[in-house]
């Protein structure tokens, strides 16, 4: 059984491991480059790695996040390259059934032909990472409630994050790292105003459809552009005629050299959530239970879209809630099949073994002796309300009950002083709640939302009463869907907004009657936040002592650590490398042009737009082609460590120039989020050569490839 190499971040004072130790595994934090210099360069890498620790310079400041997604400044003047399903949403969103830029895709050949991104969207520009532990613990003690340790935390972050949002434009976060052992915050800068530059047609972008997701080999060209504006005085502004593009610190500079295998490769980006440190309890109760219970309900989800959108109008406006959808169930239908046929509850097993034959040693069971157990008490607690709040969950996606619940809450919150309202509550939060609820104007039908309701009050049911919102339930039959569709105004964008800033008791008498749901509702729904946040802080106060003893076995043998993914900026590095496959086969570095022309059939989802089918037929890329294969690369496989929210980053090579886009793993790697398999786990990357064919050849773009410095 391979043995997990964990990689954390732990002080600088460790020993670094060998590099056959570290391997491609690792999301790791900027600060952490300088220890690992001496990997980095062995694997290839040419500039200073110091150079990576920086985040005011290139090429680290050149990585954004937009909110669940990565990207990178590629201009001087604000261009934004990210995936295509990235910019799907937005995409969407300026889509109609006369003009489905989903189908044809789009390229505003001037700025002034740029649209608006879908509302909410951001760019997020890194401008610091620091270490905030001591004033994040302050005033936490051992003889805390659960639900008091969990207040006092809330409290302490919010006045790191409104201190750090001093600065107008300013979006700071404070995350966790290592289980609670340590508080990093993140501040960003928030650029507001973002526009669709450009996205290829779908039979590029989306080539492959659901049914090469997550598999290899693969040839799609998932890329899209967007642009960030500011205020003419440089700092955030809502958007505007009057606005003018950001000036990055620093942007990338497109690679002109031939990217081949066995080169070495980075990947920097926002990644999202990795469970590396799950303890074997916890592993078996989210694989045997609420990963199986998740995917079923992300396949009637889907089955639902489906089959009750009618018309190409509803199909647009549930496009970007459906390819969400059949993203993840067929990532967890992966993830539970690897884990089975790999024996991951196996590999937890005996990896808590031997952290616990070394915490029941003399020396350490002083300090870590109780510590696994005390944490595995609380997992049976934890994965039930784990699984409660996932299916209570789906009741969001209806989104006339969510506004309401939104709505009332915030009424609610509006009452007491800024700092003391829940986090999403805050004024702060005020313009994501607007653009929230304006999105809903163009991915909302009634009918279809009321089946999604349906659906979801079905889920509920099977849960425990004790979990469930008996009120909220009550009143919904009391009502009847009926009347909640027929008499709502909350349908409509301004009757949505002008709740916003309406008192209590507006709410308690209005005849509304998805407001008079929210208004049943909200007892019980502070009632379960109440437990909810006396079993964070339990879970809190337990798992610190069971990380700082697995943090204190890495260090006993020579380990160097990385967090779990939490959204923060990181880099991973590895190389281009294919590998075996099924018996008798094998996975190539590189997909190229022919497997277009294969694949194609001229329909959804294997339909290229002929002017590309034209070019491939006549090997019309010499500006693009590979000297090494001797024809166009497409996509490629990297050794890389990431998970969602990678998407949409920078692949960057040895000289810190851009080759690539991130954009997908495959089935078998899927184990990577709780268990990295060297043999096994890739990333799929867009190769930048296949990207500048379709802008220089099949779109006429090379307004943009002049921009971004590209011969």
């Known amino acids: 059984m391979p043995r997990l190499r964990l990689a954390i971040l732990a002080s600088a004072a460790l020993s670094v491991p060998p590099l056959a130790a570290v391997a491609a595994e690792g999301m790791w934090l900027p600060s952490q480059a300088p220890a690992l210099a001496r990997q980095l360069k062995a694997a290839g890498l040419r500039i200073a790695p110091e150079r990576l620790a920086d985040v005011s310079a290139a090429p680290m400041s050149a990585i954004a996040s937009l909110g669940g997604c990565s990207a990178s400044f590629v201009s001087p003047e604000g261009l934004v390259v990210t995936n295509h399903h990235c910019a799907y949403g937005s995409i969407q969103f300026n889509s109609t059934p006369e003009n489905d830029l989903l189908v044809r895709g789009f390229l505003a050949r001037t700025r002034g032909e740029e649209l608006p991104a879908a509302p909410g969207s951001r760019v997020l520009v890194i401008e610091s990472l620091d270490n905030v532990t001591r004033a994040m613990m302050a005033g936490v003690a051992p003889s805390m409630t659960g639900a008091e340790r969990t207040r006092r935390l809330e409290a302490n972050r919010k006045a790191l994050i409104a201190a750090c949002e001093a600065a107008p434009g300013t979006r700071c976060d404070v995350r966790s790292y290592f289980g609670g052992t340590e508080y990093w915050q993140q501040k960003m800068l928030e650029i507001r105003d973002v526009r669709l530059v450009y996205a290829p047609a779908g039979g590029i972008g989306n080539f492959g459809g659901e049914i090469d997701n997550w598999q290899w080999p693969r040839h799609?060209?998932?890329?899209?552009?967007?642009?960030?504006?500011?205020?003419?005085?440089?700092?955030?502004?809502?958007?505007?005629?009057?606005?003018?593009?950001?000036?990055?610190?620093?942007?990338?500079?497109?690679?002109?050299?031939?990217?081949?295998?066995?080169?070495?490769?980075?990947?920097?980006?926002?990644?999202?959530?990795?469970?590396?440190?799950?303890?074997?309890?916890?592993?078996?109760?989210?694989?045997?239970?609420?990963?199986?219970?998740?995917?079923?309900?992300?396949?009637?989800?889907?089955?639902?879209?489906?089959?009750?959108?009618?018309?190409?109008?509803?199909?647009?406006?549930?496009?970007?809630?459906?390819?969400?959808?059949?993203?993840?169930?067929?990532?967890?239908?992966?993830?539970?099949?690897?884990?089975?046929?790999?024996?991951?509850?196996?590999?937890?097993?005996?990896?808590?073994?031997?952290?616990?034959?070394?915490?029941?040693?003399?020396?350490?069971?002083?300090?870590?002796?109780?510590?696994i157990g005390n944490y595995d008490s609380l997992a049976a607690e934890a994965l039930a309300a784990d699984k409660a709040r996932l299916v209570n969950g789906t009741l969001a996606r209806a989104q006339l009950l969510s506004a309401a619940r939104t709505l009332f809450r915030w009424a609610?919150?509006?009452?007491?002083?800024?700092?003391?309202?829940?986090?999403?509550?805050?004024?702060?939060?005020?313009?994501?709640?607007?653009?929230?609820?304006?999105?809903?104007?163009?991915?909302?039908?009634?009918?279809?939302?009321?089946?999604?309701?349906?659906?979801?009050?079905?889920?509920?049911?099977?849960?425990?009463?004790?979990?469930?919102?008996?009120?909220?339930?009550?009143?919904?039959?009391?009502?009847?869907?009926?009347?909640?569709?027929?008499?709502?105004?909350?349908?409509?964008?301004?009757?949505?907004?002008?709740?916003?800033?309406?008192?209590?008791?507006?709410?308690?008498?209005?005849?509304?009657?998805?407001?008079?749901?929210?208004?049943?509702?909200?007892?019980?729904?502070?009632?379960?936040?109440?437990?909810?946040?006396?079993?964070?802080?339990?879970?809190?106060?337990?798992?610190?002592?069971?990380?700082?003893?697995?943090?204190?076995?890495?260090?006993?043998?020579g380990r160097l650590l990385y967090p779990d993914a939490n959204g923060s900026l990181r880099f991973t590095f590895g190389h281009v490398k294919g590998r075996p496959a099924a018996d008798g086969t094998a996975w190539t570095a590189f997909t190229t042009a022919a497997g277009i022309l294969q694949k194609d059939t001229g329909k959804d989802p294997f339909d290229s737009p002929p002017r590309l089918l034209e070019i491939l037929k006549a090997r019309d890329w010499a500006c693009c082609a590979s000297a090494h294969l001797g024809t166009l690369p497409v996509n490629f496989l990297s050794t890389t460590d990431i998970t969602n929210g990678n998407s949409g980053s920078a692949v960057l090579n040895a000289q810190g120039e851009l080759v690539g886009l991130a954009f997908d793993g495959t089935l078998e790697g899927m184990l990577s989020d709780w268990w990295f398999e060297d043999q096994t786990t890739r990333t799929i990357s867009v190769d930048a050569r296949y990207m500048r064919l379709v802008m220089e050849k099949v779109d006429g773009a090379s307004g943009l490839l002049k921009e971004m410095g590209i011969r």
């Open 220 to 371: 799609t060209g998932d890329f899209a552009f967007y642009r960030a504006y500011v205020g003419p005085d440089g700092r955030p502004a809502a958007h505007s005629p009057q606005n003018v593009p950001y000036r990055p610190r620093a942007h990338l500079k497109v690679a002109q050299t031939d990217l081949k295998e066995g080169d070495f490769v980075m990947i920097a980006g926002f990644p999202g959530v990795t469970e590396r440190y799950r303890t074997a309890t916890e592993t078996q109760g989210w694989y045997q239970d609420i990963y199986p219970t998740q995917q079923r309900m992300l396949a009637d989800y889907s089955a639902l879209i489906e089959r009750a959108t009618r018309t190409d109008a509803e199909r647009i406006a549930y496009a970007s809630a459906l390819k969400g959808s059949d993203n993840f169930k067929k990532k967890i239908a992966g993830q539970i099949e690897v884990a089975r046929a790999s024996d991951l509850l196996g590999r937890k097993e005996a990896q808590g073994a031997a952290l616990g034959a070394w915490a029941a040693r003399p020396e350490h069971r002083r300090t870590h002796g109780l510590a």
């Open 412 to 557: 609610n919150e509006q009452q007491k002083p800024d700092a003391e309202r829940e986090p999403g509550f805050q004024e702060r939060d005020r313009q994501q709640i607007v653009d929230r609820l304006s999105a809903i104007d163009r991915r909302y039908v009634a009918r279809i939302d009321r089946a999604i309701l349906e659906q979801a009050l079905a889920e509920v049911a099977t849960l425990p009463e004790a979990s469930r919102n008996l009120a909220l339930e009550a009143r919904i039959a009391e009502i009847g869907l009926d009347r909640l569709y027929a008499e709502t105004r909350l349908d409509r964008r301004d009757e949505r907004l002008a709740w916003m800033d309406r008192p209590v008791a507006d709410f308690a008498a209005s005849p509304d009657p998805f407001i008079q749901l929210a208004v049943a509702a909200y007892k019980a729904d502070m009632l379960a936040e109440e437990r909810q946040r006396d079993l964070a802080g339990r879970l809190d106060a337990a798992r610190v002592p069971y990380m700082q003893a697995v943090r204190a076995h890495a260090a006993s043998e």
